[in-house]
Structures are given as structure tokens and as C-alpha cells.
């Protein structure tokens, strides 16, 4: 999902510069939507479908007294949040580089919403009850391996074949991470009565500039520069030209069949229907 967000995006103003977008969201509100939605999944917010797996991951870990485990998963969740947190700032926030304020970006067409949206909605259908998923698919898949199956889950991903030790624990941060979160909004929204300034690297910010993309990961930027270096756009462009080149020639060449050999379309289509049924 989030994948075909980015593209959409791409799509939409024709670059996937971070430092030059931002203020999608009252333009592209189906998109941006979506992308919430998958954001939130792949970092673990309740009711969609990465809580589920990271549900799992902790109550086995904490039950079976793994505690690096426990903190490696947790520390990468806290990674996962805050650079999609930067990327969702970023380009659906904010006002953007002067270039996209001045473009004439528009959601992107039905066909590439409903690709998202059929995913998006998963998301929350299978964290809101991923008890179907695991009785259809991943319990007979483990059973085909042949492994035993204890996990028993319910609604929301609460797992209750385990000890109560971990769900009371997995639960309680849950609820606690949803309180802290909550008053941190409310704190963030709140009126401001007296202007403060806002700094950076100790300098302070001109009035009409705020903290961009690459703010806080420079030094990350700095240490992986020969990695950054190497640009993959020429080679994926080659590549992106020439199969659109090759679908443009089987298309026109389809249509030229068809038109002048209708009686030839008929029966090779009829044969290669015939074909695939027998197959089957």
C-alpha cells in the first residue's frame, strides 16, 4: 500500500523529493488518507494488521523469557514511527517547495485509488479481526508444515491461549502509549499565546522556514553518502521506457490483427480458451 501511495505521489507532482514536497493533503485526501492508514499499520498501531504481528511477536518473545528479543522489536518499532512520522510530515504536511505550491496537483485517477484502497481497507479489516485470516490461512499452512498450532486469537489480535503475564503487560503498554499519544496531540494543539522561535542546530529558523525532510537525518546522510551516490533512476527509467515501449508495439499490434484477421482472432482466441480449460 504504501508503495503505491509513493507512486501515486510521484505520479501527482512528478518527483520523490522529500524537501520539495509537503501540503498534499487537501489535494490528494484520498491518497493521503490511505497512506495514513498503512503507516500506522507498518508501525504497529492498534486495529490494523502490523499491531497484529508485533502483538505476536511480543507475546511469544515474552513468554518465552526472550528479552532481547523484546527490545530489539521494540526498538525498531520506535525507528519505524519516526521516520514515517519525517515522511508523513513531509509530504502531506507543511506548505512544500515553492514549485509544488504553484503546480496543478490532483488526486490520482479511480483505477490507482482502488488498488490502494483494497489494500488500505485490509489493513484495518484483518487488525480489526485477524482471527479469519489465521483460521483460513496461516493455520492450515502451519498445520501443512507440520507444526502444531496453540495460538488461539481473538478480536483485535488479542491472543488468548497464552500466559496472562504478557497480554496484561502488552495490553497495559497499549493503553499507556494511547494516553501518552493522545496528550501529546492535545499538548501540540493547543493555542500558543506567547510566539517562541524555533531553533536548529542551535540557530534559530527564519519565520517563514520550519524544520524540513533532511533536518534530522543529515548525519545519517553524511555517513551513507556513497551508498546515496549511486542514482538507480537511470537504469530503472531504461527499463520503465522499454516496457512501455514493448506494451505500445503488443497493443498496436493486437489491434492491427484484430481488425484486419477478425475470423483468425476468433478462432485462436476460441483455442486458447479451449486450451486453458483443459488445463485446468
Not at 495514513?36 to 513468554?63: C, M, Q, R, Y
Not at 526472550?66 to 520506535?78: E, G, K
Not at 510530515?89 to 507543511?94: A, K, L, Q
Amino acid at each position: 500500500t504504501l508503495f503505491l501511495c509513493a507512486g501515486a505521489v510521484q505520479h501527482a507532482t512528478g518527483t520523490r523529493d522529500l524537501r520539495k514536497l509537503g501540503g498534499l493533503s487537501g489535494r490528494m485526501p484520498v491518497t493521503t488518507a490511505l497512506w495514513l492508514v498503512a503507516a500506522a499499520a507498518i508501525a504497529g498501531v492498534p486495529f490494523t494488521t502490523g499491531f497484529v504481528a508485533k502483538w505476536l511477536l511480543f507475546d511469544a518473545a515474552l513468554e518465552a523469557k526472550q528479552v532481547l528479543v523484546v527490545f530489539v522489536a521494540w526498538a525498531v518499532s520506535m525507528v519505524t514511527v519516526f521516520y514515517f512520522l519525517k515522511a508523513t510530515v513531509s509530504v502531506f504536511f507543511g506548505s512544500g517547495a515553492p514549485e509544488i505550491r504553484a503546480a496543478h496537483i490532483h488526486e490520482v485517477a479511480p483505477s490507482m485509488q482502488l488498488g490502494m484502497g483494497v489494500l488500505g481497507a485490509l489493513c484495518i479489516v484483518f487488525g480489526v479481526a485477524p482471527q479469519v485470516l489465521m483460521r483460513v490461512v496461516v493455520e492450515p499452512a502451519v498445520r501443512a508444515l507440520g507444526f502444531a498450532w496453540p495460538i488461539q486469537m481473538t478480536w483485535f489480535g488479542v491472543v488468548t491461549s497464552s500466559g496472562a503475564v504478557g497480554v496484561t503487560a502488552g495490553a497495559a503498554a497499549v493503553v499507556a502509549g494511547a494516553v501518552l499519544g493522545a496528550a501529546a496531540f492535545g499538548f501540540a494543539r493547543a493555542p500558543v499565546r506567547t510566539p517562541v522561535l524555533v531553533f536548529t542546530g542551535g540557530d534559530p529558523l527564519p519565520e517563514d522556514e520550519a524544520p524540513g525532510a533532511v533536518d534530522f537525518t543529515e548525519i545519517a546522510e553524511a555517513a551513507f553518502a556513497p551508498v546515496y551516490a549511486l542514482d538507480p533512476d537511470p537504469l530503472y527509467l531504461r527499463i520503465w521506457y522499454g516496457v512501455q515501449a514493448v506494451a505500445a508495439s503488443a497493443r498496436d499490434l493486437a489491434a492491427r490483427v484484430c481488425v484486419e484477421h477478425p475470423v483468425a482472432t476468433v478462432i485462436g482466441s476460441a483455442a486458447v480458451l479451449c486450451g486453458g480449460v483443459w488445463l485446468l
